[in-house]
């Protein structure tokens, strides 16, 4: 197999110089409720699936919450506005994706207090 081949079916991981883009839109149709948001979530709503999809591997490729919360902290900020978005909770792609991020960052057995304020706030 050649390294281009290894690029084209490698999923690739999420840029996480993209993060504070995709907080600040979440911020954003979050404080509004106007016929612009709507056509500003729509626009992006594709986007934002592909990135909620790549943020769920890098979430599932790390060992564990402690972990991936220090690789992106701006994550749970991130997760917590988009789960008050009627919008984005009404698309049921997006609303999936959503869901196994969170899932995916529930600890089992918690082992430190990032862990368990994680837990507590998915619950």
């Given at each position: 197999m050649t390294e281009l081949q290894v690029q084209q079916t490698a999923e690739p991981l999420p840029n996480?110089?993209?993060m504070p883009f995709w907080l600040e839109k979440a911020v954003t149709w979050g404080q509004a409720e106007s016929t612009r948001t709507r056509k500003d979530i729509s626009l992006h709503l594709s986007r934002l699936r592909d990135f909620l999809q790549q943020l769920l591997k890098?979430?599932?490729?790390?060992s564990s919450t402690t972990e991936t919360m220090r690789r992106l902290p701006l994550l749970g900020q991130f997760l917590g506005r988009l789960c008050?978005?009627?919008?984005?909770t009404a698309d049921s792609s997006?609303?999936?994706l959503l869901l196994q991020c969170l899932l995916a960052l529930y600890s089992e057995?918690?082992?430190?207090?990032v862990?368990?304020?994680s837990n507590q706030w998915i619950r």
């Open positions: 996480i110089q993209e890098q979430i599932n490729d790390v008050w978005n009627p919008h984005v997006s609303r999936g057995h918690p082992s430190n207090a862990e368990r304020k």
